[in-house]
């Protein structure tokens, strides 16, 4: 089946720093989504891009969609506590019901 | 507007017991997905329905079962549970108005443990 490589794995950083993640793929997709879990909770949903090259913002967070369509960054300016958890990139098909292939996620960690 | 609702959120079974994860959604939603997320993985996809009265499998369907009689429900059966299905279970819908690109929205989970 299709892969996404999510990296880094985990990341520890201070409040106030910016974070950088991405996922590649050996598959396209035509939508890329980014999801946050809260320890026991479900994924929510941050950013979705639809098209290649597509730059999003929300709030701190930005994300791209790549050119090539098999990968995708995320970015949170100046971090603060609550965003910690872990995140998750998601790759969607457009055919199949339109199912998603998830990252392994990326461990954020903020001190204060 | 309760989303996408999942009971129990916690169980644990014996070895050989059966259980049914219920997953309801209220968003009038066509499609419906369960996933798995083993401890510090990604989910994975177990089975998903693109309406009632359609099911088909995902990447991880072995040792479960699913139906989809109605639009809001999309139960989760596990006939036979063992060790290897302890895990932590999510329910997905979305909607397949506006084009295909309509993101998932997942339910809290249930948690599920095989002794």
């Known amino acids: 089946g299709q892969q996404l490589n999510q990296s880094p794995q985990s990341m520890f950083i201070q409040e106030g720093e910016d974070v950088s993640m991405n996922c590649t793929s050996s598959s396209i997709f035509n939508t890329w989504l980014w999801y946050k879990q809260d320890p026991g909770e479900g994924p929510v949903l941050l950013i979705a891009l639809y098209k290649a090259g597509e730059l999003t913002s929300n709030g701190r967070l930005t994300a791209q969609f790549g050119i090539t369509r098999k990968d995708s960054f995320l970015n949170i300016s100046a971090s603060i506590p609550s965003d910690v958890g872990i995140y998750f990139c998601a790759g969607q098909e457009e055919t199949s019901g339109s199912r998603l292939t998830f990252g392994e996620g990326t461990q954020l960690t903020v001190n204060p | 507007n309760a989303g996408v609702t999942q009971t129990p959120k916690f169980r644990i079974l014996k070895i050989g017991q059966s259980m049914t994860l219920q997953c309801a959604q209220d968003m009038n939603h066509n499609y419906m997905y369960w996933y798995r997320q083993d401890p510090g993985m990604g989910l994975k996809l177990i089975y998903y329905?693109?309406?009632?009265?359609?099911?088909d499998k995902g990447e991880v369907p072995n040792g479960y079962n699913v139906s989809r009689s109605t639009t809001e429900d999309f139960p989760l059966r596990l006939e036979l549970a063992a060790p290897s299905q302890t895990s932590v279970y999510f329910c997905?819908?979305?909607?397949?108005?506006?084009?295909?690109?309509?993101?998932?929205?997942f339910g809290d989970g249930t948690r599920l443990s095989i002794l």
């Open positions: 329905s693109v309406g009632a009265g359609i099911t």
């Open positions: 997905a819908s979305r909607t397949d108005l506006w084009g295909g690109n309509q993101p998932q929205h």
